[in-house]
């Protein structure tokens, strides 16, 4: 196994690299950052591995079977065509590319390659997920009407400056989207997709993508944001969601239906369901690095292949074609904290965020008074999924 971007979030991918490394089912034989890399106490490199910062000389040198791809995103294609060309499987980060486009380009090398890919959406791996589109595909919630997220998370001045790509639309003339949605609770739009999937009995094909994009930062992309799908079959999917938020949600994603409502707070795996008297977690996720490895060994379904991400990669194009979000300030915002600890909030906010999601409407179908009305795009049958 290789790692490609083996610091910050790729950290997390070498801790759980580590226990399958010592118990002999994977050897870590590199490592690969454009930067030093950070020690991990809960994962040292192992003795023999070696370290790079060119992912071509890597797969050129070391020869891994399997590449963890934790780069930013819009690096991700071109770094994935170069490790299927090179003979290995995929673990890649999400989002996995950030476009229609690019996502037929990926799949396609995949088909020529022989390959899999599995893409880093482990929420999809949770037991409580799965006990939720179990208890909807069983009519617990009667007919599903409608399915939606809502989050409310605060990031300061420091988050927006840790890489050069962080807040920004495109760099050096490539998309990178690193936006609320397309990143932080990119989880809680692809969990949505899951449920609309098994009230389906398919995957999303969008229809329809309402969106309506806010910021309070001179930034390039959204840090709250309203999302409708309306899919060409099933229900219809809204996200309210920010990172100007006053209280803190972790993120719940809300089913309604003829019976009853449920309620998933996924980031915790804490699920209630109609006829429960609270919330109680669920324990247990099957890890995708696992399954992968598995699926190589006897063909066990991988949880989260490329083709399962199409509609959110569908949402990340209609993302990448709306316009500028509209910059929000005054007494609208509230600032704390000082310089790269500082945080900004939106007051009223996580209300207006909730009722959304409650009542399945964009902000500016509720009379809130800085909405903006939203952009819609109609989708092909091509260009939904």
């Known amino acids: 196994m290789a790692v490609i971007g083996a610091n910050g979030h790729g950290r997390s991918h070498r801790r759980a690299i580590a226990p399958l490394h010592a118990a002999g089912r994977v050897r870590l034989v590199a490592l690969v950052d454009v930067r030093p890399i950070e020690e991990e106490p809960q994962a040292p490199v192992p003795a023999g591995a070696g370290v790079f910062t060119d992912h071509a000389a890597m797969l050129a040198t070391a020869k891994p079977d399997v ?3 934790c780069t930013p995103p819009h690096t991700h294609l071109p770094i994935a065509l170069d490790v299927l060309a090179a003979g290995a499987d995929l673990l890649l980060e999400k989002p996995p590319v950030l476009s229609t486009a690019e996502h037929r380009t990926l799949a396609v090398a995949l088909a020529d390659t022989g390959r899999s890919c599995q893409v880093g959406f482990q929420a999809l791996g949770s037991a409580a997920l799965a006990e939720l589109t179990a208890a909807v595909t069983g009519g617990r919630l009667g007919a599903v ?4 997220t809502v989050a409310a998370w605060r990031r300061s001045d420091g988050y927006y400056a840790r890489a050069p790509w962080a807040g920004r639309r495109t760099l050096n003339g490539r998309p990178v989207l690193d936006g609320a949605l397309a990143n932080p609770f990119a989880h809680a739009v ?10 389906a009995g398919a995957p999303v094909r969008p229809a329809v993508i309402e969106l309506e994009r806010y910021r309070v930062r001179p930034i390039e992309v959204d840090d709250t944001a309203a999302l409708r799908v309306v899919p060409r079959s099933g229900p219809p999917i809204v996200a309210a969601v920010t ?5 803190f949600v972790a993120g719940e994603v809300i089913v309604t239906g003829t019976a009853g409502r449920a309620v ?7 699920l ?6 609270a919330p109680r977690e669920v324990p247990g ?8 490895l598995d699926h190589r060994a006897d063909g066990t379904p991988l949880i989260a292949p490329l083709t399962r991400t199409a509609p959110f990669t569908a949402v990340l194009e209609a993302v990448r074609a709306a316009p500028e979000p509209t910059l929000l300030g005054g007494d609208l915002v509230t600032a704390a904290g000082v310089g790269p600890d500082r945080v900004l909030s939106v007051r009223g906010v996580n209300g207006a965020l909730r009722r959304a999601a409650e009542s399945g409407a964009l902000l500016s179908e509720l009379a809130v008074s800085w909405a903006v009305p939203p952009v819609r795009i109609e989708l092909t049958e091509k260009e939904g999924g």
């Open 145 to 148: 009407t409608g399915i939606a």
């Open 243 to 247: 990172l100007a938020g006053g209280d």
């Open 264 to 270: 998933l707070e996924y980031p915790t795996d804490r």
């Open 190 to 199: 692809m969990q949505c997709l899951a449920v609309a999937e098994a009230v």
């Open 285 to 292: 996720r099957r890890g995708l690095l696992e399954n992968l």
């Open 272 to 277: 209630l369901l109609p006829g429960d008297d």
């Open 67 to 69: 590449v963890v791809v």
